[in-house]
């Protein structure tokens, strides 16, 4: 593969999706974290964290969901963002 900004582009895309096939590994309560089928699944938080370069999190909360109306409130982020496990960082 060569190393341009499209193949580490779609390399990083592949492996948060892996990530997202396996959420157990990621969560800090495995088996009760990212169990549930939300917006703010866990390959969405990791693309919406890469992608964050809002000052607020609003702001970056609705550029991500492009200003819809189920758009995941700041609290909903940060309960999701404090759902990641430490441990592998």
């Known amino acids: 593969m060569k190393y341009t900004a499209e193949g580490l582009r779609d390399t990083l895309l592949s492996m948060i999706e892996e990530m997202g096939d396996h959420p157990e590994r990621?969560?800090?309560?495995?088996?009760?974290?990212?169990?549930?089928?939300?917006?703010?699944?866990?390959?969405a938080l990791m693309k919406l964290i890469l992608t964050m370069d809002e000052k607020s999190v609003w702001k970056g909360l609705l550029g991500y969901?492009?200003?819809?109306?189920d758009t995941p409130s700041v609290a909903a982020r940060a309960k999701r963002y404090f759902s990641l496990s430490r441990k592998n960082a």
């Open 26 to 43: 990621y969560a800090k309560n495995p088996g009760k974290d990212f169990t549930r089928r939300r917006s703010l699944t866990l390959p």
């Open 65 to 69: 969901f492009g200003n819809e109306i």
